[in-house]
Nanobody, 122 residues
Framework: QVQLVESGGGLVQAGGSLRLSCAAS????????MGWFRQAPGREREFVAA????????YYADSVKGRFTISKDNDKNTVNLQMNSLKPEDTAVYYC???????????????WGQGTQVTVSS
């Protein structure tokens, strides 16, 4: 498996921007589809965005489409999530996930980071 470490979370006012990064280490000789999920207090973990192994395909939850952009640097083994026009309802712990065998990560993907807190104040 690959180890994932997220960074870039923090506190921002509504309408602001944040950029999350996820660095992969370990068995990075294999390409992984990667993505982001989030979990707010009292709620289930939900899908946010995903990118295919080669980086040519991207997927977004309807709630973030047009505001968030996912990108992947296979040379650096990182995946980024640019979050613009943030809303208080975006407040959650954001988790990075990776999957070596599927086109798109899912809740059952084998590798997860520890999460990074994003708080959007109104």
């Amino acid at each position: 498996q690959v180890q994932l470490v997220e960074s870039g979370g923090g506190l921002v006012q509504a309408g602001g921007s944040l950029r999350l990064s996820c660095a992969a280490s370990g068995r990075t000789n294999s390409r992984y589809s990667m993505g982001w999920f989030r979990q707010a207090p009292g709620r289930e973990r939900e899908f946010v965005a995903a990118i295919s192994r080669g980086g040519s395909l991207t997927y977004y939850a309807d709630s973030v489409k047009g505001r968030f952009t996912i990108s992947k640097d296979n040379d650096k083994n990182t995946v980024n999530l640019q979050m613009n026009s943030l809303k208080p309802e975006d407040t959650a712990v954001y988790y990075c996930a990776a999957d070596p065998s599927r086109l798109r990560v899912g809740l059952d993907s084998p590798s997860w980071g520890q999460g990074t807190q994003v708080t959007v104040s109104s």
